[in-house]
C-alpha cells in the first residue's frame, strides 16, 4: 500500500494549486507516484514536489503531471497561468521577472504538432501566452500591421470544432498579432517576433504537407505483394543532373561550401530546373551555386536544409544549418577584396537574374493581390441588387 501524502499546508503560496493537482489525480482513480512518473517520463520526487505547493512547478512539469492523469493541456497552461500571475503574464522586468520569466519569455510553437487540431490548439495556447487578448484587440493590432483580419476569422481560425488548417495568411497575421500584443507589454523582445513568426510558419508548411500526402494503399492479395516487394528490392541508379557542373577552380573554402550544398541537394531527388523554377531562381544562378563558381545568399542556405529535411520527413536540424553558415562565412572571408571584373556572360547572367527576381516579386504581388480580392468578397458576402 502507497503510503498517504503530506498534507498541504495552507500557508504555503501555491497551496491552492497544489489541491487543484491533488483533486486531478483524485478524479483519474488515485494513480500512485511510481505510475504517474512511467507516464510522465519524470521522476517521483518531481511529481509529489509539484503537488506540495511550497514551489511552482515549471510548465512542462504541470502539463505532464497533468496529461498523466488525464488533463487537458490548454485547461492547466490557463491555470498555471493564473497561478504563476493572478493577472496574466508579468513583465519582463521588475521584482517578479525571475518568477515569470520561464512562460512570459519564451512563446508557444508547434513543433510537436502533427495534426491541424493539435496545430489550432497551440494557437490558442499562444493566444494565452498574449494575455488572451480579446479577438477584437487582435483585430485591431492586425490593422495596425496592414492586415485585415476581421475577429470572425480569427474566431473561426481558433475554433475547437474546426477540423481543416487555417490558411497561411490567417496563421502569419494572427502569430504576429499576439507577439505585437506580447511586445507592448515588454515581454518579448521586437527583435525575436520575426524568428518566431517564421518558425510557426515553418511548423505550418510541415502540417500542411503532411494532410496533402495520399493516404497509404490497402494491402494487396499474396502474388500482388510479391511483386510488390520485389519491384521495393530494385535499387534506382543515383540521380543524374547533366545541368549540374562539376566544381571549377575555387579557393579551397568556397570548394567546401559547394560540397556541402551538393550533398543536401543530392537529398532533394528533383532536376536542377525543378528546383529552381519551384524557388524563383535563375537555373543557371543554381547551377553556380552548386559548382562553387558563386557564394549564395544566407537566405538561400536556409531554403535547402529546410527543403533537405522536409524530403526526409523530418525537422530542420540547427546544426546542419550553422554548419552551412560557418562555411558560407569562411567562404566570404576567403574571397577576395577587389575581386576581377565580371566576364559579359556573367554579367548578363547578373542582369537576367534581378529580371528574373523583379518578375518573381511582380508575380508573386499579383497573386497576393487576388488572394485578398478574393478573401474580401467572400467576407462581404453577395450584394443584393439595387433597386431601379
Known sequence: MARPENPIDPTA????????????????????????ARRAKYSVSALSQAAAGRKLPSLELTLAYATACGGGREHWTEQWLIAQHPTGPGPLDGPAAAEVRPWSTEPPVPALAGTPQEFIACLRELKLWAGNPSLSRLEAVAFGRGCRLPRSTIGDALSRSRASLPNAFVVRSLVLACLTVAQRQSRIHAEETRPVAEEWQEHWLRVHRNCQRPPR?????AASRVLAETVQTVVLPPRQDHALNPIGEVPHEQR??????????????????????????????????????????????????????????????????????ALHLAALRARPTLPAPLPEADRLDELRQALDDAHAQLRRSIELEAALKAQLRELQGPRSPQPA
Open 13 to 36: 503560496p501555491y497551496a491552492t494549486f497544489a489541491r487543484q493537482l491533488r483533486k486531478l489525480r483524485q478524479s483519474s482513480g488515485s494513480p500512485t507516484y511510481t505510475t504517474l
Open 217 to 221: 494503399p490497402v494491402s494487396a492479395p
Open 256 to 325: 567546401l561550401l559547394a560540397q556541402a550544398l551538393r550533398e543536401l541537394f543530392d537529398k532533394l531527388g528533383v532536376s536542377l530546373r525543378r528546383f529552381a523554377a519551384r524557388h524563383h531562381v535563375n537555373p543557371s544562378t543554381l547551377s553556380r551555386y552548386l559548382s562553387g563558381s558563386r557564394i549564395p545568399p544566407r537566405d538561400f542556405l536556409r531554403v535547402l536544409v529546410r527543403e533537405a529535411s522536409l524530403c526526409r520527413g523530418q525537422e530542420p536540424a540547427p546544426e546542419a544549418l550553422r554548419r552551412l553558415q
